[in-house]
């Protein structure tokens, strides 16, 4: 009898097996921390100039840079070098055991013709997979890769080439020329038959613009120091990677879909030291979009952000929209926000469509000068609102030592009754300036400890 209780088991385990995750705390995050290491390389240098590279701005730079890359991870790696002066490029692809150091004074413009950007690789396009132009700077199943240096990457993008894309008047877009709508809305539709990515092939007419930088599948990333303007779309985009450290970086792109780093079904990620000023989300953690996120079902998990500023952007650090992997244990520290166009703090987006399980998000020390909307947002009606079969949930969100001085809302929640928020922490927190006071729908028994708005105390239901 007892053996066939033990076969019961483990019959039981192989069939139905259980997915368990540590459910880090301020307490214990430090642990999440020593998970980052920033990848080492050999000594070797390789001169981008040796291959025929020219500091001039005009000479088409492309295979002298990715001739470096391949010469460098072929001889087992090092740092591929790009001195001080301008220069023009393509796409550029990242290979092993490979650190890209863009030299203080060196400018790397990229040629905005789309058709340099062909063949078309593995991508993603707002959470969706596809094969479509490559990313500025892509990588793909590669280890150890680093971009680094003080040296300027310039996207190139602007109203007259990439932004216009997306179809806004604001950006350069006119009534009767093309734009994304027609090949999104196809995307769409593949991804909501399950249509595989390899048959999913967009490119030239398509009008689906590239990111600026993403490695995808890919393990021990270091991006440092570097100045990275103008994308075409969003700026820094891992994609089921691990192990990822940006810091010291400014992000300054004023554009459509202008994100500034947006790690995807990511893990253990650092980002520490870092300007945006962005046409949107400032940071926005994302996991897929919709049945693509629960297909392949890879959360973006044991994130910290610290001592990062914030300008422009719709969001400073923001979960979503394309989240229906879910995500866990963000955490927040140190950071300043402050700009009559940043519109929220802190913000957590989706809807019933997109779906996604959100839980252990923790912030505490943020400096918030003024913000257009809410200082903390939460949105479970984002676009499609609750029209689907997938309903968000969220839970054990802290916040602690956040201050602003001034916005319309302190907090702002709409969640569904159906899947309130629950686990809400609040602790020491000074909301001045608020015009219009707070909305709290369907949380659950939300937590305020010495939290005050306008200096008047907050106190729990």
């Given amino acids: 009898m007892y053996r066939i209780l033990i076969l019961l088991i483990v019959i039981g385990t192989y069939l139905f097996p259980q997915t368990s995750h540590p459910d880090y705390t301020w307490s214990n995050y430090k642990k999440l921390l020593k998970r980052v290491k920033t990848p080492v390389f050999p000594s070797k240098i390789f001169v981008v100039s040796d291959f025929g ?62 058709a340099k950007y062909l063949p078309q690789v593995l991508t993603r396009f707002e959470g969706m997979e596809l094969y479509n132009y490559s990313p500025l700077i892509y990588a793909y199943k590669q280890k150890n890769i680093a971009l680094t240096g003080k040296g300027i990457l310039d996207g190139s993008g602007s109203n007259d080439n990439w932004w216009s894309w997306c179809g806004k008047p604001v950006y350069g877009w006119k009534t009767g020329k093309p734009n994304q709508k027609a090949a999104r809305g196809r995307l769409v539709e593949m991804v909501e038959k399950n249509t595989p990515a390899k048959e999913r092939v967009f490119g030239q007419g398509d009008y689906l613009r590239p990111n600026f930088i993403q490695p995808y599948l890919c ?26 450290t940006v810091s010291n970086v400014t992000i300054e792109g004023l554009g459509p879909n202008n994100d500034g780093c947006d790690p995807e079904s990511s893990k253990d990620i650092l980002i520490e030291n870092c300007f945006f000023n962005t046409g949107d989300d400032c940071i926005a953690i994302k996991s897929g979009r919709n049945n693509d996120g629960r297909r392949i079902n890879v959360p973006s998990e044991n994130i910290i952000i610290r001592n990062c500023t914030m300008k422009e952007g719709h969001g400073g650090v923001v979960m979503g929209s394309e989240i229906s992997g879910g995500v866990r244990n963000v955490f927040a520290e140190d950071c300043t926000m402050d700009s009559p166009n940043l519109e929220r703090a802190i913000r957590f987006k989706t809807n019933s469509v997109r779906g996604g ?52 809302y302190a907090i702002w929640i709409k969640a569904y009754p159906h899947s309130p928020v629950t686990g809400l922490k609040l602790t020491n927190c000074s909301f001045n300036g608020v015009a219009k006071g707070t909305v709290l729908e369907n949380v659950t028994k939300p937590c305020f400890n010495a939290v005050t708005i306008n200096g008047k105390t907050v106190i729990n239901e």
């Fill in 53 to 114: 590279a020219k500091p001039d701005g005009a000479t088409d730079c492309s295979d002298a840079i990715n001739n470096a890359i391949k010469k460098c991870n072929a001889s087992g790696g090092g740092k591929v070098l790009i001195p001080a002066g301008k220069y023009l490029s393509g796409p550029i692809t990242l290979l092993s055991n490979v650190n890209l150091e863009i030299a203080e004074g060196a400018v790397v413009s990229f040629i905005a013709e789309p």
């Fill in 219 to 244: 393990k021990n990333i270091l991006i440092d120091g570097v100045t990275l303007k103008n994308s075409p779309m969003w700026f820094i985009n891992p994609v089921l990677c691990s192990n990822i």
């Fill in 357 to 408: 399980a959100i839980e252990n998000i923790h912030v505490r020390n943020i400096t918030v000068g003024e913000v257009s909307d809410a200082v903390l947002k939460v949105d479970f009606y984002y676009e499609e609102g609750d029209a689907g079969k997938f309903p968000p949930s969220m839970k054990n969100v802290s916040l602690q030592n956040v201050t602003s001085k001034k916005s319309p």
